[in-house]
């Protein structure tokens, strides 16, 4: 049967108090360090969490942000090829008037210098007419003879026109 020792008595009341002393003096620092590192953990998730949900909202401010300064600078380029745009049509427009003026400027240019040919011819004709006229007659052709034929001849070379 079963023998009685002291020694297993002793080792009994031994565990025993050393669970006393374990409860007394390990469990409760240790049950205090362990809901010490939960509530530590339990911050540091919700302060992750937190910090994710700023860094989301920065995010998006960024994109839109992002999203603004490229519809102002579509913008910009918009205004500028616009701007570009009429400022090609005004050189445009300025190049026409500037040759239309040219071509006005041509042509009473040729026609002064037209009318200068004519006149010129008129007189180096009445000139000729003068000099043929008295060589065939062999005399003096009067002033007024003489410019009353110059008239004659130019009415009729006018008439020619």
Known sequence: MLEFNATILAQIVDFVILLIFLRLVVYKPLCRLLANRSDHIANSIAAAEQERQEAEQLKAGYEAEMRRAREQAQEIVQKATRAGE????????????????????????????????????????????????????????????????????????????
């Open 86 to 161: 009429d400022q090609a049509l005004q050189i445009v427009s300025n190049a026409k008037n500037e040759a239309e003026k040219l071509k006005e400027n041509a042509h009473a240019e040729i026609e002064r210098e037209k009318q200068r040919a004519i006149a010129e011819l008129r007189d180096q004709v009445a000139t000729l007419s003068v000099l043929v006229a008295g060589k065939i007659i062999h005399k003096t052709i009067s002033k007024d003879i003489q410019r009353s034929m110059i008239d004659d001849f130019i009415k009729e070379a006018g008439e020619l026109q």
